[in-house]
């Protein structure tokens, strides 16, 4: 079966894409950095030029793989700004690249499928896809829209019997916090009116991910979901993910706030 994977380069992306092509599965690698995976001595893996904003890629990679039957939404990042801080630029940059790139490499691979008369789609959200947090709203929405885009496919491509799941992670120690969120200068100001917010908030969250799972469990959720076409619609992974996601489930909105904001002093 062939997969393709986007923001392959490191973490979940990288971490899957290794281990499916070892267990056979011929795995498109998509990355803005295919340089960066040249070293990997896998002959089932094949790293390809993608990035998820861009039109010209997608189309690059789609000729150049004959059929696709599993797609892995993963490519993603995070930006760290308050609203009144936000810039335009950075707004529509992180709906970009998590949202509207996840719909264009549907809209790319969603016709192969169709035609092959199977699929799956697995798109990578966060368990902050059902949770609200200060100073994360466009990631938190991003990941709220993905897990919306995940339910509506569900039922537009089911009959042709293409699957579409979503997995929710809870934090990962992967490059995210290191070289992949995007903080908002005027946000971590020490003038800031949100300095107290700021400075309670994020190097709970910057440690929560450093000192996070390992990215293998993610791809044997993957695996998983591939194997057993029973799965559910979500799967939650790692220990943040298997803490809140029932909690969120059992409680009241106002409730689940409430004990939010105790485990993170807010
Ligand atoms: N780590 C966590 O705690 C955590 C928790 C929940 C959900 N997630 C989600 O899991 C997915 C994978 O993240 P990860 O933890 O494995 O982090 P990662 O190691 O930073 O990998 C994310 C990948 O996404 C791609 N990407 C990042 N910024 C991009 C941009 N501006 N434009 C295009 N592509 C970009 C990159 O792929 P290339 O460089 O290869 O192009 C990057 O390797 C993301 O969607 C993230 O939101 C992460």
Do not use: W
């Not at 509506?152 to 992967?174: A, C, K, N, Q, W």
């Not at 971590?188 to 990215?215: C, E, H, M, R, W």
């Amino acid at each position: 079966m062939t997969v393709l994977i986007t923001g392959s380069s490191s973490g979940m992306g990288k971490t899957t894409a290794l281990f499916l092509a070892k267990r056979g599965f011929s795995v498109y690698a998509g990355t803005r950095y295919p340089e960066k995976l040249q070293d990997i001595k896998e002959k089932n893996l094949h790293p390809i030029k993608l990035n998820v904003s861009s039109q010209t890629d997608i189309k690059n990679t789609l000729m150049n793989i004959p059929k696709i039957d599993i797609l892995i939404n993963n490519a993603g990042y995070g930006l760290v700004s308050t609203i009144e801080d936000l810039d335009e630029n950075q707004m529509l940059e992180q709906f970009n690249i998590n949202v509207f790139g996840v719909l264009r490499v549907c809209k790319a691979v969603i016709p192969k499928m169709r035609i092959q008369e199977q699929g799956i789609i697995i798109n990578i959200s966060s368990f902050l896809g059902k949770i609200g947090l200060p100073l994360l709203t466009l990631y938190n929405s991003s990941k709220y829209a993905v897990e919306g885009i995940t339910d509506s496919l569900r039922y537009e491509l089911r009959d042709f019997d293409i699957r579409v799941h979503s997995i929710m992670p809870g934090f990962f120690d992967t490059n995210f916090a290191r070289e992949n969120l995007v903080t908002n200068k005027k946000t971590f100001d020490k003038n800031s009116p949100y300095f107290k917010i700021v400075s309670t908030l994020t190097p709970q969250i910057l440690n929560q991910i450093n000192s996070g799972n390992d990215a293998i469990l993610v791809a044997k959720a993957i695996l998983k979901i591939i194997e057993d076409r029973h799965s559910p619609a979500r799967v939650t992974v790692g220990e943040k993910a298997s803490k809140f996601i029932p909690m969120r489930r059992e409680l009241s909105d106002e409730d689940f706030e409430r004990r939010v904001r105790e485990y993170y002093h807010l």
